[in-house]
C-alpha cells in the first residue's frame, strides 16, 4: 500500500497493519497480534511481520519522531526503523519489558542484538533522533521536551540507500496502537 505524505514524499508499508490513518502529521497505527522484527538470537527465529511505514532515502540524514502509544503486553514496542533488508536493519523506540517501558534499540546484521534502557516513568512522549553517516548509525532519545540523549552508536551498512520510517509491533500481546507525530528525514 503506497500513501502520499509530506509535501508527495512517498512513502510503502513493510507489513500493511490491520488498522491505520494519517492526520497531517499524526500517523496512528494498530499492530496486528504476534508481529516482530527479530533474527536468530536465543531461539534461532526469524521474524519480519512487524509493521514500517518507510521512506526510501539515499545517503546521510537526520530522522526524527516523536511517539506515544499505551504498552501494554510484553514487547509491545514503537519506534523508528532503519532497513537495507531482511537481514541489516535498525529499529528503535520503546519496548515495554516485565512491565516497564524501555528505550530500546535493535541492530541487526544477520542476527540481532538488543540494548534497553529502563525509563523511570512512562513519558507522555518519547523523541527519536536516528543520525545517519555512512555506514553509521546513532540514536538519540528525548523524554517529552527534554534534551536528546545518546542511546546507541552501532556500525549497519555502508549501502547508499536505505529506507527509513516509523514502525510498531506486538509480539506477543493482542495488538498496540500506536501514535507518531513530526515523522522528518532530512540531508545532514
Known sequence: MLAKVRGGVIMEWLNEPPEWEQRGDLLIVTAAPETDFWRKTHDGGIR???????EPWTGDFIAEVAL?????????????????????????????LDGVQQVSAVVTRDVSDWSVVPLP?????????????????????????????????????????????????????????ARFTGFSVRHR
Do not use: N
Not at 519480519?48 to 518507510?54: P, Q, R
Not at 506515544?68 to 515495554?96: F, H, N, P
Not at 553517516?133 to 540514536?139: D, H, M, P, R, S
Open 121 to 177: 516513568a512512562p513519558p507522555a512522549t518519547l523523541r527519536l533522533l536516528v543520525d545517519r553517516v555512512g555506514g553509521t548509525i546513532e540514536v538519540r532519545y528525548g523524554l517529552d521536551r527534554g534534551a536528546a540523549t545518546l542511546l546507541r552508536q552501532a556500525y549497519l551498512t555502508d549501502a547508499p540507500s536505505l529506507s527509513i520510517g516509523p514502525m510498531c509491533a506486538s509480539p506477543t500481546g493482542s495488538g498496540i496502537t
Open 48 to 54: 519480519d511481520s512487524g509493521h514500517a511505514f518507510l
Open 68 to 96: 506515544s502509544a499505551d504498552y501494554r503486553d510484553q514487547y509491545d514496542q514503537t519506534g523508528l526503523r532503519v532497513r537495507l533488508d531482511e537481514t541489516i536493519w535498525l529499529k528503535c523506540g520503546i519496548e515495554l
